[in-house]
Structure formats: structure tokens, C-alpha cells
């Protein structure tokens, strides 16, 4: 009996030693290591991605069944050399994730922003773009479904990956709110825009030029031509027109009669004053160059074929006349003929 109650007793110290060890000892190799956990992940799917970052999957599955752990909540999870497993499975059974940064820019419509974050957080671009598309919401906030995508300002924000559709969207309103202050609205009043006709402009400008240092001078351009009733006449907005209408995707080097010509509301060749909406997402960049613009009498402007991005500017339509005719031979001499 002594002897089954020594062997008894060591067996017991083992085993308590050996759950010590499985619970407290550590178990993460990494640095650093950001872990994922989908919607609908189970115990078995988190050891799968714990596996390239720890000594034992199977000492933290142990040490999960005593702990009755079974469930670990969605979202990013930051975890760092030397963890336990018990330290592990505290926090995936706590749900205290990570933010994570959520950029986004050079976006052209609600369907590709709808995919961009979708790689991010764990809603889905269907839920996304439902949410950026809701009649309600945008009436209520001063959009419609032409302009929505103006609510959106680029820059890099703060998410938690399981933010919904929802929070995103309000979310980004509340940025929106935020970028749009009393400075930036009082420029706007100044320059008889609301924040969204300036949206559309800005989208605009940033087609129009690459050139930071030329952005307020061709919004200066656009602003002298509303002030005084001429049509814009953009070709950015004829050929983002023609597109809408024919549903060609090719690149469209040289803009030609058959762009400017399409009757479609977005064309500013055919109608007075701004598009109904924006032409692609404007950065901050392009929304502060028309709310700084440079003030001059330019109401003309083509590109210059010696200093490719640039443009020359010009106040007279004999002098446009000019500078487009010296594009026009560039492309030909380098047989762009569409």
C-alpha cells in the first residue's frame, strides 16, 4: 500500500508539474506576431494559426480544455515572445485586439472602396457597399449615392478588425465632420461652394494634374471659369462620360471629338457649371488646393509637351490656341492618335 500510495503521490507531483509547465512555462517563439481570428473560428482553426509562432500547439491545447476554452472571440491579436499559454488563451477569450491602420485612396467608386476595406476589417464588401448606398443615411447627412463617396477622405484611420459596415460608415462620417471644420467651410462659403461642390471640383483637379504645385493654379482656372458662367470644358469629364457610357476601359491617351462630343451630364463640355458628381475620390491635397487657390486670370490651360505632368496656362483663347497646337503636334510626332 506504501508503495502504491508513493508511486500515487509522485505520479500526482508529475502531473501537476506538467500542467504547471503547459499553462506557465512560455510558449511564444515570436517577436512579434499579429494572429487573426475569422467570424465562426473555432479552437481548432486558432491552433492552425498559432502553430508557426509557438513550441507546443499541443500544451496550449491542453492548457485551453482546462481552462474550458473553446470559442475565441474575432479580431487581430498582437502576441510577443515568451507569452504563456495561459496568457494566450486570456486574451483570446478576453477579445482585447489590436487596432489595426486602415488606408485607403485613389478609389473611383463606392464598389471599389467597398472592396478595399473589406480586405481589412471583417465586413464584407456586399454589407459594405449596402451601407455606403442607404438612401436614408445619405439624405439625412446631405449626399446621394452620386456624391457618397465624398463622405469618404483619404488618409490612413484606426479600426478594430471586427468593425461591421455600420461603424465603418459612421465612422467616416464623423471624420468627414471632422476634416470639414469652420476654416475649411468658411473658404468654401468664400468661394460660393458647399463641401461637396468642392469635393466634386477637387476630383476634378486631381485628374487634371499630378503636379502638387500646379493643383491651386488649375483649380484657379476652374474656379475663374464658374465665376463667369463659361463651361468648364474638362476633359476628364468628357472622358470619365464617355466611359460611364460606352463602358470602355481602355487608357485614353489623347482626348478627341468623339470624348467631347457624348452627351452626358458629366460632360462639362455640353453642360454648364459642375458634374452631379465626383469624377474619382479627391485626396486632401486637391480638396485644399481649390480652397487655396491660386488667385490669377488664367482661364486656359494645356500641356506642355517640354515638361511632361506640367501645363502651360493662359488668359486669352488665341494663346490656348497656341499652346494646344504644340501639343497636338507633340502627339502626332510621337503617334498618339488615341
Known amino acids: 500500500m506504501k508503495k502504491i500510495l508513493v508511486v500515487f503521490f509522485f505520479l500526482s507531483a508529475f502531473a501537476v508539474l506538467f500542467l504547471y509547465y503547459a499553462a506557465f512555462v512560455p510558449n511564444v517563439i515570436s517577436d512579434q506576431a499579429v494572429i487573426t481570428v475569422g467570424r465562426g473560428a473555432d479552437i481548432s482553426s486558432l491552433k492552425d494559426s498559432l502553430r508557426p509562432y509557438v513550441k507546443s500547439v499541443k500544451t496550449f491545447e491542453l492548457t485551453a480544455k482546462l481552462k474550458r476554452f473553446s470559442t475565441p472571440k474575432p479580431g487581430k491579436y498582437r502576441i510577443v515572445k515568451d507569452m504563456t499559454n495561459n496568457a494566450l488563451v486570456n486574451l483570446f ?32 464588401s456586399t454589407e459594405l457597399l449596402k451601407a455606403f448606398t442607404d438612401k436614408s443615411f445619405l439624405e439625412q447627412n446631405g449626399f446621394t449615392e452620386a456624391t457618397a463617396i465624398l463622405m469618404y477622405i483619404p488618409n490612413t484611420y484606426r479600426f478594430f478588425y471586427t468593425t461591421d459596415a455600420k461603424q465603418f460608415r459612421d465612422r467616416m462620417l464623423a471624420e468627414y465632420k471632422k476634416f470639414w471644420n469652420e476654416d475649411r467651410r468658411k473658404k468654401a462659403r468664400a468661394i460660393g461652394l458647399t463641401p461637396v461642390e468642392v469635393g466634386i471640383l477637387a476630383s476634378i483637379v486631381k485628374k487634371e494634374t499630378v503636379k502638387r504645385e500646379e493643383k491651386p493654379v488649375v483649380a484657379g482656372v476652374y474656379i475663374n471659369r464658374l465665376k463667369r458662367g463659361i463651361k468648364l470644358e474638362a476633359d476628364p469629364t468628357a472622358v470619365y462620360a464617355y466611359k460611364l457610357l460606352t ?74 490656341l497656341q499652346n494646344a497646337m504644340q501639343y497636338r503636334k507633340h502627339l502626332n510626332s510621337q503617334k498618339i492618335w488615341k
Open 247 to 320: 463602358g470602355d476601359t481602355a487608357t485614353i491617351r489623347r482626348v478627341l471629338n468623339k470624348h467631347i462630343n457624348i452627351d452626358h451630364p458629366y460632360n462639362t463640355y455640353k453642360y454648364p457649371g459642375l458634374p452631379p458628381g465626383p469624377i474619382a475620390m479627391p485626396d486632401i491635397e486637391d480638396i485644399d488646393a481649390v480652397l487655396n487657390h491660386r488667385k490669377h486670370n488664367y482661364l486656359f490651360f494645356s500641356a506642355d509637351p517640354r515638361r511632361p505632368g506640367y501645363h502651360n496656362f493662359a488668359e486669352t483663347f488665341d494663346r490656348h
Open 93 to 124: 477569450r478576453s477579445g482585447k485586439q489590436m487596432e489595426i491602420d486602415v488606408t485607403f485612396n485613389n478609389i473611383h467608386s463606392l464598389e471599389d472602396l467597398a472592396g478595399k476595406i473589406s480586405d481589412y476589417i471583417t465586413a464584407d
